[in-house]
């Protein structure tokens, strides 16, 4: 079953369920900075790369193609209940 399949959830819950995976992505990437200006000599080549990732990943998944969540915050603000 797709999320936007599911009948009892209301457009306001498809969008926030859609948001939460870019969400988690941006979240990861603020810890991973706060946790580099708490102990800047760890790894920073590493953490700043884990932190552009986590960040385009977040971008990404926001662009509406196929199945993204990006198209399923569309579908959903355009859903008329």
Do not use: K
Not at 10 to 21: E, F, M, P, Q
Not at 25 to 40: W, Y
């Amino acid at each position: 079953m797709v999320v936007q399949d599911i009948p009892y959830m209301s457009r306001n819950d498809h969008v926030l369920l859609s948001l939460a995976g870019p969400a988690a992505n941006f979240a990861s990437a603020a810890l991973l900075i706060g946790v580099a200006s708490i102990a800047p000599d760890i790894a920073p080549e590493i953490v700043a790369s884990l932190v552009g990732i986590s960040l385009t990943l977040g971008i990404v998944n926001l662009v509406p193609f196929d199945t993204s969540d990006g198209a399923l915050i569309v579908r959903a603000l355009r859903r008329t209940d």
